[in-house]
Structure formats: C-alpha cells, structure tokens
C-alpha cells in the first residue's frame, strides 16, 4: 500500500474470524464509526457519513485491505440494528438490508423504505429493538412503541 | 504495515463475524443477545414489504435505553424531563402496550413494576436471561462501598409488592458493567476496582451463592491483558465492552498513544473461556488472558501462556492486581 493512500487513512472497517483470522478490512468515509449490526452473512456498518453494507466472508471483491460494500446509505448514523430483511438505524430509518428496494446505481446508493417515529436521534449509544413484530426507540421524548396495524 | 497504523488509524470498527452465535426470541440485552451482533433472527412479522406501515402503538414517559425479554421492555430510565442528576430506576413495560397501558391509540404506559436499584447509572442497560433481569449498580448494604449487579425477578412476582410494584433483588453480586451480559447460564460483569477483572457468575443465583440477603460469589474471574500492536503505544485500556459467542467472552481493548504521537486508536481483542475451563486452574479460577487477535500475526505467539510476565500465581490463587500493560510497550523508535 502506497503512502499517498495510507495518509489518507482514517476510519476502516474489518472483519476477523472468530479464530482471529483476518478477513478484510476496508476504509469507510467518515470520521466516527458507531456500532455495527451483523447478520450470519453481512455486517452493516455506520458512521457519520453513512450506512455500508459488507460482507462477512470473503467474496472476489473482498481482500485482506479491500471490500466493496454491496450498497451504502448517505446518511450518517451511530448504532444500527437488523432484522428480517430490514436494517434500522438510531434515527428511525429503515433500509432493504441486500439492496433490493428503493436502491439504485454504481455504486448502489439505497434510500429508506420507511420513517418510523421523528428523525430525532434515539438517546446516545441507544439501540432500535425489534421484537415481535414491535419495533422500540428510546428516545428523548420518551419510550416509543410502533406496530403494524391490527 | 507500521507505517499504515502510525499514518492514521483514527478508527476501527472489528465485526468478529465468522461463526458467531445468534439469538433471538428477544432483544435481551444491548446488542440482541450475548454476541452484541444488534441483529434478531427470530423477527418474522416486519418486513420491507410492510415496515412503511408501521404505526405508533404505545408510548411511556421514561428516557433511558430498554431491553424486551419475556413480554416485557425493561429500561433503565428516568421520568421524561427529569432534572439533570435524577437517578435512573428499573422499570418494567408490557412489550405489547395491553398491561398497564390505557386504551387509547396510540396507549399510554405504566410500569408494571420498578427497581430503585442504588448505585443506578444513566445510560447503562439490564440484561434479560433465565427469567431475571440484571442490572448494573452500586453498593449494598452489607458492602456499600463496591458496585455490584442487581438480579430481580423478570416477571415481578418474587420479592415485589405493593402499590405501584416496587421489587427487590433477588441477589447481588459484585461488580459492574454498564452493559451486562449474559450466556450460556453465566453472567459476565467487570471488578469496578483494581484491574478490571472479568467476573462470572452463576446468572441463576444458585452455585456459590448464599445468605440472607443472598449474595453470590463469582465462579471465576480473569484479569484482562493486552498484546502491543505497535511500538508507538503508551498503553492499554482494557476498559471496553464485552460480547460472547461460541463459547468464548471476548473484550475490546483500546491501545493508546503517546502525547506526542499522531492520533491513534486500535483495538484488541481479548477472550476467555466462558466455562472457566481452559486457561483455569485451581479454586477460585483464575484465566490467564488469550489474546486471539489485534494484530493477528501475533495472535499464536502471543496466546495464553505464552506471554511473559503475566500469568497464574501457579497455585490456583488470584492473580495480583496490576495496571493492564501491553506487553513490550515502552520501546520507541
């Protein structure tokens, strides 16, 4: 790796075997990294540039320091959550977790399905819980509850 | 690869993702479940087809992070606009909005029960296993002066009453965590003093517990230590958080720099056994740190027992307290 890009070097996402293999690393855009969400197959990363879907094995795209994310989101965000096809950030968004909907281009930029409550950001390092068919926020106004319609 | 650590690691975000165990009827504690993975395998209703129609169904007037285990959400939370320095309690909301809520849509909810847990830090959250609910507190009244876990009653039955409910433990234990973990019926915190050590606990309250109130002592407990990744290191904090998966805890570490160093935060990883078996010995069990990975090369060379100047006391006896170092730090260039 050659020193103009090692200088250019800020925040880098990776993934190592539970063995301690290393598997990839890459280098996401932003300047503070939040806590990611993992599935059995691809880890969901923020920061505060965005939202960068990767995956855990290493595909042909994938070296030791390099992995193209499948798709990323443009906005930023701390703590992301994942389930059942959706991935949920700490702001009430929700985006298709492979890339599917309201995704598009090269690279492939996703939009969110949905809003769930106000955009205000959940209580610091707070996560959003799905369980149930419920999905919860711990927000400053309160403790907030969403369903499905019965 | 020095020069790439020294140029600008301002971050790392470690995802430990090969086989990891995942859980999921519940979100029974920060990050899911034990592996932190923040993701619930178990979720079949919301979709991307129908996430767009989600709706607000109930509401609760509390500010604090939750947790959802057995039906229930518990958070750690003040009253919503509570003066700054308000203590946090545990409390305990029907998952469903139906208990405790009124009728209205979206509903309005009431504890169903609530823990004045002394000691109760802001921003830390319970933990949900074996019908208990964990939390992170601080002194008792027979050791006032340590922090400890707090173990209630999930359902609200044992050792609660009144009206409103209030509950009291059902056992402590020392030690704390703002995020407590539990796995495989063993729950994780951290001494508050000394070196940080892991405690493990039998999480049902039963094995090395006793007295009246009940008190339980930890099954073992292993003083984490981290391996240098680079010379330009000034030290380790081994402070961070905990996950666990495949049997095995892991801690993050972060090593710092030296004042006049360039910006530098890299993170190790630390494990244990969780079952107090391997890198045991003795009673109590004291683990002698594996370190499986940070700087990955290393990781075989530096595995438990292989690392100078750290180990057992060779008698099964606890290992002295000593401020966490990397090993081979204080070199420079």
Known sequence: ?150 | MRRLLRSGFRGLLVVVGATLVLTGCQWSMYGSGPGRTGFNPAESTIRFTNVGQLQLGWTAAVTGPAIVGGGVVFTVATPTGSSAGTAPALRAFAANGVDGCTSAVPAVCSPLWTAATPGLQSGSTAAYANGMVYVSGGGTAADPTHAHMFVYDATGSTNCGGTPKKCLPLWTAAGATPRPLVDRGTLFTRESTGAGDVLAFDATGTTNCGGSPKVCLPLWHGTPQCVDLSDDSAGCDTSGSMAAANGRLYLTATINTFPNEEPLTLGEVISFDEAGVSGCGGIPKVHLFGVRFGDCRRSSAHDRGAVGGVGRDGKGGRQSHQPAQPVGSGRRH
């Not at chain 1, 290493?58 to 070296?63: G, Q, R």
């Not at chain 1, 399905?113 to 390092?125: D, E, S, Y």
């Open chain 1, 1 to 150: 790796m050659d020193d103009s890009l090692t200088s250019q070097l800020s925040l880098w996402g990776a993934v190592v075997g539970i063995d301690g293999t290393p598997v990839w690393s890459q280098r996401l855009p932003g300047t503070t990294v939040g806590k990611a969400a993992v599935t059995s197959t691809w880890g969901y990363f923020p920061t505060d540039e965005g939202v960068f879907a990767l995956p855990l094995a290493n595909e042909p795209l994938c070296t030791r320091f390099s992995c193209q994310p499948l798709w990323h989101a443009t906005s930023g965000a701390s703590v992301l959550s994942v389930a059942n096809g959706v991935v949920y950030d700490d702001r009430g968004r929700a985006y298709s977790a492979d890339g599917t909907f309201q995704c598009g281009g090269l690279p492939k930029v996703c939009t969110p399905l949905a809003q769930i409550g106000p955009t205000t950001p959940n209580i610091a390092g707070t996560e959003t819980e799905v369980v149930n068919g419920w999905v919860y926020r711990s927000l400053p106004t309160g403790l907030e509850a969403y369903h499905l319609p019965f």
